[in-house]
């Protein structure tokens, strides 16, 4: 049989000719085996085993190779079935008969052929399919020991052929896969490491050793390539964390993978990492080096520590605290501090700071300038970064104040605040360090947020201590203190305020119109007052106002705005204080003034009265009229005083109710508001009437269009004020100076304060008069 | 003084009761050239005012303190004898201090003489011309 040979089945086995049926029926007269009665006993006992075999046999016999099969065969010869039985070999396989004739004439010369696994495209299920088959040819001896015949066993070997193929295709698979996954192996950015384990004598896992290790590994870890191979972890990494032999452990013994994610030894490197069981106390370990990402999740989740306990920590000491740890576990440095610097720029105060075991605390006031030539860095805000104080220009000339408390490598972040560094938050460590940018920033993030946590804080604790001062006030003063809106209802009112107004639940008059709580002119004044501090002006009054209870009170009133963010007024701030008792001293002064006022003026009658008895019978009436006279003007400046209880009174008010007698339409009075004490107002008074008095005989006022003008104005004279007064006759006749100097005319040079400083011009105009005293004296009691 | 021709001589109610004032006030009344008529109190005064029917002026303190009030009184009498003229005094009060009785004036303690004179004067010869 030869690889090209197609065989194809014909139909089911069943309905085919069975070989036995053939054999019988066959006329085998025709062939050279001659029939079958006449065949040698070699032949029939051939054919006989040939038949009731099993395995695919066929059987060339005799000089002709007379080709004989069995039912098994018939797959084999496709549709050369049944025409090849009884015919001969050459016929049954012309197609191949050239290749197979040297094995055929072989084996008829004794030797027996084995051929395997050879290929044939076999159609026997419906459809063309690859057999395998392996067969022998081997002599079959004749009675007389000669080679009569060649009996072909065939075994079909397809599905070993099958199998051994398909074991090939995977070893060769595997094989490509394994240079594959080799260089994978080296050219992994991850680190693998093949291990196995090492038990003690009790099977227990104490150890592993290093099997494979790529480059990437040596590289992430740090160590000279193919340095670890052979060694056992605790031999490449001595005193390496007990985790790195017990998991893996727990991996080869339990078969379970682990993640994991760890730091390694001193190295400050982090790594993720895969460990497999790869049979027999192996195992392998991805590694990838995620220290960049580790710090930056643990500063980005120190940083939401760092808010949650800024949120939570109240005490600033207690802020300091925390924050400077946070930061410095974070970092894994030697010392973190928050120190305030003074407003001189120079001292530095640290209150306590965080340190890593074995490092000094650096608390206390510093200079600034004490440490290196960094100072001005931080004063004018820039962040000082310091890999190696021996090496930095600024720190490197003397090196021994920060090595002598275990600085060797530092940042310090300026807190800046209106343009002037007011906190430092320092990182120190006792060796050398490349600061990342990441740090930096973390360190400047974490600076920050500590410093506005302390600030708030503070500014918290002013505004409780403030609100507490000021509430203390508030409830201390007796003064209803009120706050009003701008449509005058009432807002709120001070704990004293409700006492006074003896209201005792703010609640019964929150938003009642506050005007209507006065009375008289109240309402009115309180309007205005609204008006006056939405204007932005503060205002003043007085009003009676009954309590809640009804109880009678005279309250002063003091109205002022209060002012919105915008600088607008958004409510009024409403004071007012009891002023009852005052009133009603008031009130008697008052009446005990009009008393005296008027037994005064009732005391000048009769001494009127007894001068008019008395002298009615004398000579000089006009003195006698003249002393009446006087007494009046005496008793109207009596009035004026009286107004205001005897301490001032307004120059203009003293000047008119003089000249009230001589007739108003006479006298034109110009001057500011000024007031004068009761001595210059009875000097006025007397004054002005002798004036008034002597202009009704002999000046201006006797002629009909004589007017007299009396102006006043204040000065400012050297270092003190000065009151003018002018009298000024006009229209009249010329003023002529009397030859005789009475009572009147001494009165009228005594002038303003009884002491002079008056100028009399007789003009031919008419008189004027210049009178001239210190302000001070005039209005002094 | 004011006059163009000598007046007769009324009778005018003088109502004080401090003694020496009402003497000064009597002699006022006649330096004005009516007759004078005293009366200690406001009741004396109304009482007066009744039997002394041609009385033409009253001259009143308002101060005093032992009577109904002054203002009232002279309120009083303007409304039951209108035609009487009425001058007020007062130490305790002032002009601007009280509401006058119509065609009533005031002059303030201690009193200008002269001024209260021409007053009476002036006063009277208006009735005098006033339609009865």
């Known amino acids: 049989m030869v690889s090209n040979v197609e065989g194809i089945a014909m139909g089911d086995v069943h309905d085919a000719p069975r070989m036995a049926d053939m054999l019988s029926a066959f006329d085998w007269s025709k062939t050279s085996l001659g029939p079958r009665s006449d065949w040698p006993t070699s032949l029939s006992t051939a054919v006989d085993i040939m038949m009731a075999s099993g395995h695919a046999m066929c059987l060339a016999w005799g000089p002709e190779r007379t080709f004989l099969y069995n039912d098994a065969y018939i797959p084999i010869l496709g549709k050369r079935h049944p025409f090849a039985f009884g015919v001969t070999f050459a016929e049954a396989w012309p197609d191949v008969w050239d290749e197979i004739k040297p094995l055929v004439d072989k084996t008829f010369a004794g030797e027996t052929s084995t051929f395997r696994d050879m290929p044939l495209l076999m159609t026997r299920n419906g459809y063309p399919e690859d057999t395998w088959w392996s067969f022998s040819y081997s002599p079959v001896r004749g009675e007389n020991g000669e080679v009569a015949g060649l009996l072909n066993v065939t075994l079909e070997t397809t599905d070993r052929v099958k199998a051994e193929r398909d074991r090939d295709a995977a070893t060769a698979e595997l094989q490509r896969s394994e240079v594959k996954w080799r260089q994978l192996f080296e050219t992994l950015e991850e680190g693998f490491v093949l291990g196995q384990v090492i038990r003690d004598d009790t099977g227990q896992i104490i150890d592993w050793r290093y099997e494979e290790v790529n480059d990437a590994w040596y590289d992430l870890v740090g160590i000279e390539r193919g340095c670890a191979v052979g060694q056992t972890i605790r031999e490449v990494f001595p005193g390496v964390e007990d985790e790195w032999v017990l998991e893996f452990a727990r991996v080869v013994e339990t078969s379970q993978a682990i993640r994991f994610t760890r730091q390694v030894g001193d190295l400050q490197r982090w790594y993720d990492g895969v460990c497999q069981p790869a049979g027999a106390d192996h195992f392998t370990v991805l590694f990838l080096e995620v220290t960049d990402r580790v710090n930056a999740d643990r500063r980005r989740e120190a940083l939401a520590e760092l808010g949650r306990m800024l949120t939570a920590i109240d005490d600033p000491e207690d802020i300091v605290r925390a924050a400077t740890a946070l930061i410095g576990r974070t970092l894994g440095v030697g010392r973190v501090g928050f120190g305030t610097v003074g407003e001189d720029g120079e001292t530095f105060v640290v209150p306590s700071d965080w340190t890593a075991q074995d490092y000094p605390t650096l608390a206390g006031t510093y200079r600034m300038d004490d440490y290196g030539g960094y100072a001005q860095d931080l004063r004018e805000g820039r962040t000082v970064i310091i890999p190696d104080i021996r090496l930095d220009p600024r720190t490197s000339g003397d090196t021994a104040p920060l090595e002598s408390v275990a600085v060797r490598s530092l940042v310090n972040r300026p807190v800046r605040e209106k343009g002037r560094t007011v906190a430092i938050l320092y990182v120190n460590d006792g060796a050398p360090r490349d600061w990342t940018p990441e740090e930096v920033q973390f360190i400047t993030d974490a600076g920050n947020r500590t410093w506005i946590a302390l600030e708030r804080r503070r500014a918290e604790k002013e505004a409780r201590e403030t609100a507490a001062f000021l509430s203390s006030v508030l409830a201390a003063s007796t003064d209803c203190i009120k706050v009003v809106e701008l449509d005058g209802s009432l807002s709120f009112m001070t704990d004293g305020g409700m006492k006074v107004m003896e209201i005792s639940d703010f609640n019964t008059v929150r938003g009642c119109p506050w005007p209507e709580f006065l009375k008289e002119s109240g309402p009115a004044y309180a309007l205005e007052a609204i008006e006056a501090a939405k204007r932005g002006e503060t205002t003043h009054f007085e009003a009676p106002a009954d309590t809640y209870v009804g109880n009678p009170r005279h309250w002063s009133v003091s109205v002022s705005p209060i002012l919105g963010p915008d600088g607008e007024t958004a409510r009024i701030l409403s004071v007012s204080r009891d002023h009852t008792e005052l009133q009603k001293a008031r009130e008697q002064q008052h009446l005990l003034n009009g008393e005296l006022a008027h037994r005064i003026k009732n005391t000048m009658s009769v001494v009127q009265a007894i001068a008019h008895q008395t002298l009615s019978k004398a000579e000089d009436q006009d003195a006698v009229a003249a002393f009446g006279k006087r007494l009046g003007a005496l008793a109207a400046a009596n009035d004026v005083l009286t107004r205001d209880n005897w301490s001032s009174a307004r120059l203009g008010d003293v000047a008119r109710k003089a000249l009230e007698t001589f007739g108003e339409d006479r006298f034109t009075l110009a001057g500011p508001d000024v007031m004068i004490g009761p001595r210059a107002t009875l000097a006025l008074t007397l004054m002005l009437h002798e004036l008034a008095t002597n202009a009704a005989k002999y000046g201006a006022l006797t002629a009909p269009e004589g007017q007299v003008t009396v102006t006043w104005a204040v000065r400012r004279d050297g270092d003190k004020d000065v009151l003018d007064l002018s009298w000024v006759e006009r229209g009249g006749p010329a003023a002529v100076e009397p030859t005789r100097k009475g009572f009147g005319s001494r009165i009228i040079r005594m002038g303003l304060t009884g002491s002079g400083g008056v100028q009399l011009r007789y003009e031919a105009e008419g008189l004027s008069v210049q009178a001239t005293a210190p302000l001070y004296q005039i209005q002094e009691a | ?132």
């Not at chain 2, 303190?65 to 002032?94: D, H, M, N, Q, V």
């Open chain 2, 1 to 132: 003084m004011g006059q163009s021709q000598p007046l007769k001589r009324w009778p005018v109610l003088v109502v004080e009761d401090e003694p020496i004032l009402r003497l000064d006030a009597i002699s006022m009344v006649e330096k004005a050239g009516f007759e004078a008529v005293e009366a200690l109190s406001s009741a004396d005064a109304i009482q007066l005012l009744e039997e002394r029917l041609d009385i033409r002026l009253v001259y009143m303190d308002l101060d005093m303190p032992r009577s109904r009030k002054g203002i009232e009184i002279a309120a009083a009498i303007r409304k039951r004898w209108p035609p009487i003229e009425i001058i007020l005094t007062a130490a305790y009060f002032t002009r601007e201090s009280v509401e006058l009785p119509e065609r009533a004036e005031f002059y303030s303690k201690p009193i200008d003489h002269d001024e209260v004179i021409a007053a009476m004067q002036r006063l009277i010869e208006a009735n005098e011309s006033r339609p009865a």
